[in-house]
């Protein structure tokens, strides 16, 4: 664990901090506007930190910090090591897929339109992200009769000017043909300069011009002319028909929506131009360090602008929440764009909606990120290959079962399990349970995590045994499918750390099951592994497909634990004046009340009345008139 620096030796004045561990890595970088009063914060009781923090400074050995002469030099600094040395502790924003982008190359002599991917080259102009590379083509596909620049591959540009005769698309009209001299140099800028425009966003222009070329041809009877103009003019306006316009044409906006949950974060991000959508871009964001809401937006400005964007800083930047230090965030992007930008959260009006359409984008995208990596073969049986190595277990677990337990302190007790076969889901097999042996009915008795737990995995198991030693011609005279227990798991996890497991492992061993059941615990304060006879956790990497598979079910059985929890409780805090007398049942006391309109009809009802109900014996009707005319003889 790292050593507090001497008194006084940490400077008051901003900069870089970067924690190293013992082999001299570095495991995190920060920034401070006061190093003295943001690394004072690190040394204390690791119980009053954030889990993940905590775990930092225990792996840490050393920290260091360089100074610089304001808040914006420690971002850039910041941001500089981070890349530079990738520490396991800083938050990680990657790609949630590789975005194509619309190029113009304009370094080249002929400057061709393309799609693009990967590293961004020098003399190109690049549009967009899209989100998928057929909406380039169908852009394209619109603009080319507009702007008939060439989209061929430089090899093909040569074989046709070598021919000297030009490729199909010359002759419909979708290319002027510079391969073999139709068009000339100065000309054929043109046509690219105002691809570009219209790309950019600067649409009217062009649409006036091209209207007034096609009446000017009409006045001098050039009727194939402005045919041929009619036809670029519809082109243009199907294409600004297919950029969705969000803002005045005067905005330029960055739109950033987030979804998250406790591990990951789904970013979305919308690039408007003179109003209109432009192109989106996606990032999965891994939380591997402590973030509050404005830190989070911190990390993700970081992200985009921390190189030069391919599609400029705009004059804003609106975000879900406020950045942790907006000024100096705000103070960083205006050195960038070389004018004012502002960071801020719309509170209302078509902004807001904006956002909010941004952010359902990411809750979609989010969803999609789940599911794909839940429901994917080789990712499946990647994480069952990766359990299996890691616990030690003697075969892939394809069938893994989830416990965990509920109760608001210490009152209806109930416990979950949930299933997953193959790394999937079997909602058939959840089951849930009402621990009845722990805790009370008042607040406060009994609470004990570690007997509830035993208790349901002991039900468990003990159903699995008798099941098991059922005669086998038993099983087979009936045509009843296996019962509810028949499968053991292949790995029984639980809920929790070195209690939990150790509770866990003696029902096992009790049951003579220890060779058969192997178990583990997943702790949700460092989402530490552990097994039975081992003090220290189990690594898994962070980010692996079997990590992700153990938190997907813990979290399924968290869920499940708690609307069985909530139901019951519910079910007990709405207690009916019925309840308790002797004969009636659900069934009956839903059909009385019913028949009688409520209630406290029942409580009023005569004796006569009561046994005028077909459904209801006599012996019923006076225990229930008893109960509520008890002076009444």
């Known amino acids: 664990m790292v050593k507090r620096p001497p008194a006084g030796t940490i400077p008051d004045e901003p900069g870089s901090y970067q924690f190293k561990d013992k082999h001299g890595r570095v495991i995190y970088v920060g920034k401070a506007s006061s190093l003295r009063q943001r690394l004072s914060n690190y040394f204390q009781n690791p119980r009053n930190m954030h889990p993940r923090t905590a775990q930092m400074v225990e792996t840490a050995e050393s920290v260091e910090w360089t100074i610089v002469r304001n808040e914006v030099e420690a971002l850039m600094l910041e941001y500089s090591l981070i890349k530079e040395h990738d520490p396991r502790f800083n938050v990680r924003l990657r790609d949630d897929k590789s975005y194509p982008f619309l190029a113009v190359t304009n370094a080249d002599v002929w400057p061709r339109a393309m799609v693009m991917r990967g590293t961004k080259k020098k003399g190109t102009r690049y549009f967009g992200p899209y989100a998928h590379a057929y909406a380039i083509r169908d852009t394209l596909d619109l603009l080319l009769r507009s702007f008939p620049v060439r989209t061929c591959s430089q090899n093909k540009f040569n074989e046709h000017e070598r021919l000297g005769r030009p490729c199909l698309l010359f002759h419909i009209e979708k290319c002027s043909g510079p391969c073999v001299g139709e068009i000339e140099e100065m000309e054929y800028r043109q046509l690219v300069t105002e691809l570009c425009e ?29 045919a041929r103009l009619r036809d670029r003019l519809e082109a243009v306006r199907k294409a600004i028909a297919k950029q969705q316009m969000v803002a005045d044409k005067n905005e330029d906006l960055d739109v950033i929506g987030i979804a998250e949950d406790e591990l990951e974060a789904s970013v979305q991000v919308f690039y408007v131009r003179k109003g209109r959508v432009m192109g989106r871009k996606g990032f999965i964001l891994d939380k591997v360090e402590e973030l509050t809401p404005g830190r989070m937006i911190d990390r993700i400005l970081e992200s985009m602008y921390g190189e030069q964007p391919v ?38 009006g078509d902004k807001k909606a904006l956002l909010e359409t941004v ?23 990647r994480a069952l290959t990766e359990l299996q190595t890691h616990l030690g277990l003697p075969e892939a677990p394809l069938r893994i079962e989830c416990y965990d337990m509920a109760h608001l302190q210490g009152t209806d007790y109930v416990g979950s399990m949930v299933v997953l076969e193959d790394g999937l889901p079997a909602k058939r097999e959840y089951r849930r349970f009402k621990v009845n042996g722990v805790g009370g009915n ?119 634990a708690n609307s069985f929890h909530r139901e019951r409780r519910s079910k007990r805090m709405t207690v009916s004046a019925l309840d308790d007398i002797a004969g009636l049942g659900e069934v009956r006391k839903k059909k009385l009340t019913k028949a009688m309109g409520g209630v406290n009809a029942v409580k009023e009802a005569s004796l006569d009345d009561l046994k005028s109900h077909s459904f209801l014996p006599d012996a019923v009707a006076e225990a229930i008139h008893a109960k509520f005319h008890p002076d009444v003889t």
Not at 199 to 226: P, Q, Y
Not at 534 to 558: K, N, T, W, Y
């Open 198 to 226: 219209f790309l950019d966003g600067d649409t009217d222009e062009i649409v006036d011009r091209l209207e007034a070329e096609m009446r000017t041809a009409a006045t001098d009877l050039e009727f194939e002319k402005a």
């Open 311 to 348: 599609v400029g800083v705009p004059k804003q930047v609106l975000v879900p929440y406020e950045a942790e230090d907006v000024s100096t965030y705000e103070e960083w992007l205006e050195l960038s764009r070389g004018s004012k930008v502002q960071v801020r959260v719309p509170r209302r």
């Open 359 to 381: 952010t359902r984008n990411a809750q979609e995208e989010f969803t999609r990120h789940r599911m794909k990596r839940a429901s994917d073969h080789n990712t499946r049986s």
């Open 442 to 560: 008042e607040v406060g008795e009994g609470s004990d995590d570690y007997a509830a737990m035993a208790e349901v995995v002991r039900r468990r198991l003990t159903a699995y045994l008798i099941e098991r030693e059922r005669p086998v011609d038993e099983r087979n005279a009936t045509d009843d499918k296996p019962g509810k227990f028949a499968y053991p798991p292949q790995l029984l996890l639980v809920d929790g750390g070195k209690g939990q497991v150790s509770a866990t492992q003696r029902v096992v061993d009790e049951l003579g099951l220890t060779d058969e059941i192997p178990v583990a615990g997943l702790a949700k304060r460092f989402e530490e592994i552990y097994v039975p006879g081992r003090s220290e956790p189990v690594e898994i990497p962070r980010g692996s497909e079997a990590l992700f598979m153990l938190q997907r079910i813990r979290d399924e059985a968290h869920r499940f």
